[in-house]
Nanobody, 119 residues
């Protein structure tokens, strides 16, 4: 069982930066691929990025590539999402999620943190 708690959301002007953090409980955190997703009002949940359990590989959609960076610290059971050059269309609730080694989909989700980018 893994519990996830996001923090770091807030209001920022376009072009600014925010760093989200996700704290995980559970001794097997290091074995999970960690992902970030977001959901804006009236829209479907969108994949924002993921990082493998070793931290050796990261994946981003084109919409955030070059602006967002995921990192993790397995010793601290945390995964961060650094967001730069934010745009109003990045406004959403951001969720972190954990996927087990043999899982097809993400098994555990946080409660989400709101990010609002003003123009």
């Amino acid at each position: 069982q893994v519990q996830l708690v996001e923090s770091g959301g807030g209001l920022v002007q376009a072009g600014g930066s925010l760093r989200l953090s996700c704290a995980a409980s559970g001794r097997t955190f290091s074995s999970y691929t960690m992902g970030w997703f977001r959901q804006a009002p009236g829209k479907e949940r969108e994949f924002v990025g993921a990082i493998t359990w070793t931290g050796g590989s990261t994946y981003y959609p084109d919409s955030v590539k070059g602006r967002f960076t995921i990192s993790r610290d397995n010793a601290k059971n945390t995964v961060d999402l650094q967001m730069n050059s934010l745009k109003p269309e990045d406004t959403a609730v951001y969720y972190c999620a954990a996927k087990g080694t043999y899982s097809v989909s993400y098994d555990y989700w946080g409660q989400g943190t709101q990010v609002t980018v003003s123009s």
